[in-house]
């Protein structure tokens, strides 16, 4: 039974199936749309997550006091699954029995946050006082509570930016010695790592022996020794790798560079490294965590978030982030330890702005370049053994020669299968409105009346300016060129055919071209649209003409300047000190980018009208979205991405592997030789295979249900919900296309909740894909839906996950680049591993350790039987109608259910699983 708060505030709690109140009295009672919102716009009420409450309310404007947000102040840096039970789990108090008790929990649960506030050892008390104060000017609704609540420390509180440990600079690494590998010694490493008394597997023993080849010494130069390695799910991949990983580091004094994909494997990465290093500090040199700038916080950006560059909600958050910076770990603001649900909480109002995403970072010209999260963590991976990074980051450095003094020579790419992928957008080109407006804004600075301290080029480079001739010139006339880039209000002036300038006017044709030769009669719908590069002429010749002579106007000065920058670094004047060095080549790498950036799009206009290269795609684009357009432009791929990846990662390194669960995608090593760029070596590649220990007979069954019909949507909504109340929910829905997965959700999310089985959707629920994942894995009961990015992007051990139903055949959407790929990669033949690979992916989101049990259902009647090869081998497959597959899914919940669906034997089963993060926030 909830005891009551005494808090003066009424708690309010809308879901899918009701909206209570609880009043200050503590008495809660079930009220009406019209009511709740006439209370919450008069009275502040305490709540949880303010959009997804909005949401559910059918008020997007709700506001009030949000326990989340009390939650990131007092607790910052650590993790709560952000939904009542979540909330009651993380605070130990009793959850909510009912939903009509939910209101009266929320009440609780603000009263006992707000008593941490003056716990004796409350440990993120520091700084707490000093943003209390600001963020009570700023109207934050809890201010006053919190001030209240907190005492003026008898000494100032260190600001945030004296507060951060500077990094150190370190001599270069010498390069790694040549070792050889010992068999037994790679045996024996795993050995400590998997730990005494453990289960002996053979796979992951035989997988450990052949990565360990890797780490041999390079015979010759451009040929790395390289491995393709399957390994089915269960195997126990990672630590397989780590094993002679972290030997050859030991031993050769070198550094192993681990590219992941999804954040899940990243996060699984940090937490699995620590059994090789298990004092935190040992470990905390030895292993770092890199992503791209963009994820990390800018203190300078910060700084003038603070201090006005944001208004009203956005200045809370500042401040909030401000907060977690003082206890964050890494600063790393994507999938790090910030909570994911915080910048949806503001709905995105400024986070972006916080990052570097525009590269205007002035490095040592930076006050807090030596406390620089970014350069933090660059300088750590110089020195670690392990660097856990992604396979973005991994091409752009390569790709734009960053870091060549810690260019990864041995380097393990997991998620393999992903390669491909990462590769086709990090090597595209695309030459469009948002993209030049870009290099405009970063050339002249802001031109409106922006707030912030965004600057151009001119700023950045002014004392190069006052001692350099050439260069100031340089940078004038780069600044003369860039007016002629699209400015603001392009796509309302191109809407009106009334572009301003030879770049607007390009896309002003490109605009009219895509819409005159659109067969696709997506036209209304409002989505994407897209036509081929081919038989242009006359009105479009002429505008390439203007644009390629602007952008050529802008690419020179900038070249001129890049070289005077290399001048003056090489003369080293007086005034240039190690700082002013670092800004300079700072300028440089930057300057590199856009020249090539420049340079790709003059490439890509001069093929307009001559002939087409055969090694790319070209093609015509509109981004809309429900009807509104967001960029227009030219877009070049690729036709295969694996080509630029062999020559910038892989031929210069000495050792590699690239391994996944389905690197073969259901199919042969043709596939994964294709779809890795091995083929592209010319050097024999390793290729070894280990298959899953699980029993795929006893543990998975997959359904073809053959009676709902393509195209029927009330069909297809019944048929998932119905699945989902055979299965007590534990249900991971997969669509192909954004309107469907909102079609069914709108009608089945009511019925779901009032039977108890709470659901969830990405591009619907307000909430970050990563928040979704954690509440799904966090309550046995609920279910998510989503498209791609679930696919393979979630790791759910355990009875949270047990049904898999996917609502079609995962056909390729066939755009133009599409097209042109499944011509070169034979047909039918191209489009069926693509599906294999997608259907192998889905299909490993069921069963992911020895006790899993589930069922995989595929709502299609013409699923071909050519695709079943794509399911593990002895996987029981059946077609069968929906009522027969209710039935078995029924069944096997009442067989299985018994024993695991108790909520306490469920956390216990994921725990392993979670995110470190929550395990800090046990016993707050
Ligand atoms: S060094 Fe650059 S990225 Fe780092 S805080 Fe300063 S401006 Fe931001």
């Not at 958050?317 to 910030?338: E, I, N, Q, T």
């Not at 699923?863 to 039935?887: D, H, K, N, Y």
């Amino acid at each position: 039974m909830l005891t009551d708060s005494t808090l003066p505030y009424p708690a309010l709690h809308a879901s899918h199936s009701g909206i209570w109140i609880c009043g200050s009295d503590g008495v809660s009672r079930a009220i009406g749309k019209g009511e709740a919102i006439g209370c919450v716009a008069e009275t502040p009420h305490i709540l949880l997550n303010a959009p997804l409450m909005g949401q559910r309310l059918g008020y997007p404007d709700l506001s009030g006091l949000d326990l989340l947000e009390l939650f990131a102040f007092i607790h910052p840096a650590q993790f709560v699954v952000p939904t009542p039970a979540g909330l009651a789990k993380t605070l130990g108090l009793e959850p909510a029995g009912q939903e009509a008790d939910i209101a009266k929990l929320y009440r609780l649960a603000a009263d006992h946050l707000l008593a941490g506030l003056q716990a004796p050892h409350w440990p993120e008390r520091e700084g707490a006082w000093s943003s209390a104060q600001a963020m009570y000017r700023m109207r934050w609704p809890w201010a006053a509570e919190v001030s209240k609540r907190l005492t003026k420390p008898a000494e100032a509180e260190r600001w945030l930016f004296s507060k951060l440990e500077e990094w150190e600079e370190e001599t270069p690494r010498p390069a790694p010695r040549a070792v050889t590998m010992d068999e037994s010694a790679t045996l024996a490493q795993l050995n400590s790592l998997t730990g005494k008394g453990s289960e002996e597997r053979e796979g992951q023993k035989s997988y450990a022996s052949a990565v360990a080849k890797i780490f041999e010494p390079r015979r010759v130069k451009g040929a790395p020794n390289m491995l393709l390695a399957e390994a089915g799910t269960g195997i126990g991949k990672t630590l397989g790798y780590l094993a002679p990983a972290s030997l050859w580091s030991a031993e050769a004094g070198g550094a192993v560079w681990i590219s992941t994909f999804t954040k899940a494997l990243q996060r699984q990465l940090d937490r699995e490294t620590r059994r090789i290093y298990p004092d935190e500090e040992i470990f905390r040199k030895k292993v770092v965590v890199r992503k791209g700038r963009e994820n990390y916080l800018c203190l300078l950006n910060l700084e003038d978030a603070l201090q006005g560059g944001f208004a009203g909600r956005a200045a809370i958050l500042a401040h909030l982030v401000a907060r977690w910076a003082a206890y964050s770990k890494d600063g790393d603001m994507v999938g790090g330890d910030l909570p994911g649900w915080l910048t949806t909480l503001f709905r995105r109002n400024g986070a972006t702005a916080l990052t570097d995403r525009r590269g205007e970072c002035v490095y040592a010209g930076c006050p807090h370049y030596r406390k620089c999260f970014i350069e933090k963590a660059a300088r750590a991976s110089q020195q670690a053994d392990i660097v856990i990074a992604n396979h973005a980051l991994v091409m752009v450095n390569a790709a734009r020669g960053r870091e060549q003094q810690n260019a990864p020579t041995r380097l393990i790419f997991d998620e393999g299968h992903h390669l491909f992928d990462a590769a086709d957008s990090m090597f595209a080109a695309r030459l469009s409105g948002q993209e030049a407006i870009e290099i405009r804004r970063w050339v002249i600075g802001p031109e409106s009346k922006n707030r912030g301290r965004r600057r151009g080029l001119a700023a950045r480079l002014a004392d190069l300016a006052s001692y350099d001739d050439e260069g100031g010139r340089a940078i004038e006339s780069a600044r003369h060129a860039a007016e002629a880039l699209p400015s603001d209000g392009w796509l309302q002036r191109l809407s009106e055919s009334e572009p301003f300038g030879p770049v607007e006017a390009l896309l002003g044709e490109v605009r009219h071209m895509v819409f005159a030769r659109d067969e696709s009669q997506s036209a209304d719908a409002g989505y994407g649209l897209e036509t081929e590069l081919t038989d242009v002429e006359g009105p479009m010749i002429d505008a390439v003409a203007n644009a390629a002579e602007a952008i050529d106007a802008l690419l020179k000065p900038l070249v001129r300047l890049g070289q005077r920058i290399e001048h003056l670094i090489e003369e080293g004047p007086d005034w240039m000190d190690a700082p002013a060095r670092a800004r300079m080549e700072g300028a440089l790498s930057s300057l590199g980018w856009r020249c090539d950036t420049l340079s790709g799009w003059l490439a890509l206009l001069s093929r307009i009208g001559g002939p087409a290269d055969p090694d790319f795609v070209d093609w015509l684009m509109i981004d809309r979205f429900e009807g509104r357009e967001y960029d227009i432009g030219i877009c070049r791929h690729w036709l295969d991405p694996t080509i630029p990846v062999t020559e910038v990662v892989m031929k210069p390194a000495h050792g590699l592997m690239i391994t996944s669960a389905t690197l073969k995608g259901g199919g042969d090593w043709e596939t994964a030789r294709a779809r890795s760029g091995a083929v592209h070596l010319d050097q024999t590649v390793q290729e070894f295979e280990v298959p899953s220990p699980f029993n795929y007979a006893d543990q998975a069954k997959v359904i073809i249900v053959t009676d709902v019909k393509r195209g029927d949507m009330a069909g297809l909504a019944g048929a998932y919900a119905q699945l989902i109340e055979a299965s007590g929910g534990g249900t991971l829905g997969l669509f192909t296309a954004i309107r469907r997965l909102r079609t069914v959700y709108a009608r089945i999310a009511d019925r779901m909740a009032q039977s108890g089985l709470p659901i969830y959707a990405q591009h619907v629920d307000p909430i970050d894909t990563g928040t979704l994942v954690d509440i799904f894995r966090d309550d046995p009961k609920a279910s998510l839906l989503g498209t791609d990015a679930l696919r393979d992007g979630v790791d759910v051990p355990g009875r949270s996950l047990r049904l898999v139903v996917m609502e079609s055949v995962p056909w390729p959407r066939p755009d133009i680049l599409h097209k042109a790929r499944r011509i070169a990669g034979g047909g039918t033949a191209y489009d069926d591993r693509i599906i294999r690979a997608r259907l192998a992916q889905a299909f490993g989101r069921i069963i992911r350790r020895a006790d899993d049990h589930g069922h995989f259902v595929i709502l299609s009647s013409a699923f071909p039987s050519r695709l079943l090869t794509a399911f593990p081998e002895g996987t029981p497959i059946e077609r069968m109608p929906l009522a027969q597959a209710l039935a078995e899914i029924k069944a096997a919940k009442s067989k299985t259910g018994q024993s695991s669906l108790s909520p306490d034997i469920s956390f216990g089963h994921d725990a392993p699983q979670r995110d470190k993060t929550d395990d800090k926030s046990g016993g707050i």
